[in-house]
């Protein structure tokens, strides 16, 4: 089992979400995959479509600061 | 240790926008993100899309243009806000602090790009400011990253090595309305003149658009030009959203009550450097009484016009000082100082001390009635109200205004009442050869002809006629000796009307 991590950080809804999926596509059944994002809409956003997606599934979402001590977003994603 | 010599000083840091159009496709990605990004509530925007489609069938194109805050390097809307809660930070972004937003709405009244709106939610003064709170922590605008075309770019306009210096100095670029003097930093890369030009796209019938309707109301502007439009390709509007005018007719109402008591002051006070017996009651207690009254009548609207009324005290406490607004709330304490210390002086039976308050009354009195010219200069996007002759109009106003409202009280001494009604007369008609001189002069400019238009035959023409009636009828009562009270009562009423026709009408006009 791998862990990905894939750095959307500044760039805004549905940027996050396309990039995850593109990501996701190209994983292992079992891999994970870590985003870090700086927009705060990006919370729901996974939640909706995790919901929905074929292969991905939503493990856990936290709230931290990164290097420069900016608000991010992280979401931990498992490929189906 | 020496320290490295550069050959060229870094130079501050200035941030510049450019919207290729070229490469825009009208989504609303921009206006979305915005709303998400900055919460900006429903009704109102800080960016969105206009459409305007051009041509005709078969030959035709949809031209889109990004429309938001221009980050002027010569903001008129800093300038005219009286407490620097618009201001500019070092890097160019103009910026606003909505604790000190006093909300009297002189920014959206000086913007010639109709970028400022009052947030319903929070009452204060608001527009684009370029993502600040992102740029400060190194991060693009919200507009800027979700763009799927990247037709919008950032950056320092002094890095000559930036994509955005390149684009500014190596590719032809566009401002908005340039005449305004104001020195945009957004600069549009292909923008269709008829998207540029508020008035060059023909408002389309019955104010339906692309997938919404044109709302209509008393404070809203509807958009394109409503007659034959400022362009001969044949330019429609196909999408705006609703843009509002800032003052209502509480600022209507305002520059009436004042020229009142600017007026009723002035006038007793030229009567008796003329001669006037400095005892008598039309000086001692009328001049003080009718325009302290007005004078209340006029702070109370200022203050009643406010979104934030609770912080009218900011104009005085921290005033900035290009304002007019500020600089004007100045000139009216000290003249509300001048007339409570007559009255005072009178009521403790010392005609001479009003008589040496005079020489301080009378500046303050005609700053009062004309400092509202600059004020309304100040509202750079409005044509109209850039006249050269407003001055001079609103002093002549003021006395015609005055020596109305006083009319009823010379009433009780005939030779008095002969003084003041031809007083009356003599500034009325010239007030009203004034507005003659302003309705019938050609205008400099397409929007300033709008505008005089909406005033004399548009949208105010019922105000603006029946003002100019009224008043000429006033000055025929007192020339075939009615009464007073009616001579005053026309006079009012139709300088009242024309105000309310002239403010407005010079707010009538589409900006965006």
Known sequence: MALRKLDVRGSKCPIPIVKAKKEIDAMAPGDQLEVTSTDAGSVPDFQGWTRTAKHALLKEQHTGKDETGREVYIHLLERK | ?512
Request: positive net charge.
């Open chain 2, 1 to 512: 240790m020496a320290e490295p010599v550069s050959l060229r000083p870094a130079a501050p840091l200035r941030w510049a926008k450019v919207v290729d159009q070229t490469r825009c496709i009208g989504c609303h990605a921009c206006s979305t993100a915005c709303k998400s990004e900055n919460q900006v509530p429903l009704g109102v925007h800080r960016t969105y899309v206009k459409y305007v489609d051009v041509g005709r069938f078969p030959q035709t194109r949809r031209a889109f243009q990004v429309t938001r805050c221009n980050q002027c390097a010569e903001p008129p809307c800093v300038f005219s806000c009286p407490t620097a809660a618009m201001h500019q930070r070092a890097d160019g972004i103009v910026d606003f602090d909505k604790s000190i937003c006093i909300g009297c709405k002189a920014c959206i009244a000086a913007c010639p790009y109709d970028a400022i709106f009052i947030n319903p939610e929070d009452h204060s003064a608001e527009k684009c400011n370029f993502c600040a709170q992102r740029l400060d922590v190194g991060l693009e605008p919200a507009c800027v990253v979700v763009c799927p075309t990247e037709a919008i770019v950032v950056g320092d306009l002094n890095d000559g090595g930036s994509r955005l210096a390149e684009l500014v100095g190596r590719d032809v670029v566009a401002v908005r309305r340039p005449e305004k003097d104001t020195k945009p930093k957004l600069f549009y890369k292909g923008a269709h003149q008829a998207t540029l030009d508020p008035i060059a796209a023909r408002r389309p019938t019955g104010g339906i658009f692309l997938w919404s309707e044109q709302p209509a109301g008393p404070q809203l502007v509807a958009s394109g030009h409503p007659g034959s439009p400022n362009n001969a390709a044949s330019a429609m509007l196909a999408y705006d959203v609703a843009h509002r005018a800032p003052w209502d007719y509480r600022v209507s109402l305002y520059t009436w009550t004042k020229g009142i008591a600017a007026g009723a002051y002035l006038v007793p006070a030229l009567l008796v450097l003329t001669g006037l017996d400095p005892t008598s009651p039309l000086w001692l207690w009328a001049a003080p009484v009718v325009a302290g009254v007005a004078l209340s009548a006029t702070v109370g609207l200022l203050i009643g016009d406010l979104t934030h009324p609770a912080r009218f005290y900011l104009v005085l406490t921290r005033p900035q000082w290009r304002s007019w607004l500020a600089r004007g709330g100045v000139i009216l304490s000290l003249y509300g100082v001048v007339l409570a210390g007559h009255f005072l002086a009178a009521l403790a039976g010392r005609p001479d001390w009003p008589q040496a308050l005079l020489w301080a009354g009378l500046p303050l009195a005609v700053l009062s009635a004309v400092y509202t010219a600059w004020l309304f200069a100040q509202a750079k996007a409005r044509d109209l109200w850039q006249s050269p002759l407003l001055p001079p109009q609103l002093l002549v106003q003021a006395l015609a205004s005055g020596a109305a409202a006083l009319l009823p009280i010379a009433a009780s001494s005939p030779v008095l009442l002969r003084l003041v009604e031809g007083l009356a007369a003599a500034a009325t008609s010239v007030h009203l050869l004034l507005i003659a001189g302003e309705a019938t002069i050609a205008h400099a400019t397409a929007h300033a002809r709008l505008a005089a238009h909406e005033m004399t035959s548009g949208r105010y023409r019922w105000y603006f006629r029946s003002g100019v009636l009224l008043q000429g009828a006033g000055v025929l009562a007192a020339l075939t000796g009615s009464p007073a009270a009616l001579v005053a009562v026309l006079m009012l009423a139709g300088i009242l009307a024309y105000e309310h026709a002239f403010v407005q009408a010079g707010q009538a006009v589409p900006l965006a």
